[in-house]
């Protein structure tokens, strides 16, 4: 596969040991994989929400149906990052389960989640609130540090 990244020095291995456990981790139980593809999944229907507004507003000139879609942006936008950050922690539990060599599942991964929901609630609150403060700029000068 890889077998160096001269131009970025030590973090190069630090990137081809992730790549690495990461591809084992797969190997090792593709259902990992599953939250990852959910995640897309409801992303997918946010963008969609978003065409559509940019469609009722500009080409079929429906604004009241343009300010639906705006409308069902800004109540999805929690909905949706509570969604992602339970996934995450859905995909944080499997990996621990197939790290520990056990057999794993979305519905197990979800099962250990029982009771977390307001928290993980409040947690996508924060995360979005984070996200959407940081200006472009800063979240180029963030990648790389």
């Given at each position: 596969m890889f077998t160096h990244f001269p131009s970025l020095g030590g973090k190069g291995k630090d990137v081809q040991g992730l790549l690495k456990s990461s591809i084992a981790l797969l190997g090792k139980d593709i259902d990992v994989f599953k939250p990852?593809?959910?995640?897309?999944?409801?992303k997918s229907i946010?963008?969609?929400?978003?065409?559509?507004?940019?469609?009722?507003?500009?080409?079929?000139?429906?604004?009241g149906l343009g300010f639906v879609s705006i409308l069902a942006l800004f109540i999805m936008a929690p909905i949706i990052?509570?969604?992602?950050?339970?996934?995450?922690?859905?995909?944080?539990?499997?990996?621990?389960?197939?790290?520990?060599g056990k057999d794993t599942d979305v519905s197990i991964g979800s099962k250990e989640l029982r009771g977390l929901g307001f928290t993980l609630f409040l947690y996508s609150i924060v995360d979005h609130i984070t996200k959407s403060a940081i200006t472009p700029k800063k979240r180029k000068m963030a990648l790389l540090a």
């Open positions: 990852s593809v959910y995640m897309t999944f409801i946010r963008i969609f929400t978003s065409f559509f507004s940019l469609y009722f507003f500009f080409i079929s000139k429906e604004i990052s509570y969604m992602n950050m339970r996934y995450k922690a859905i995909t944080s539990w499997m990996i621990y389960d197939v790290l520990r």
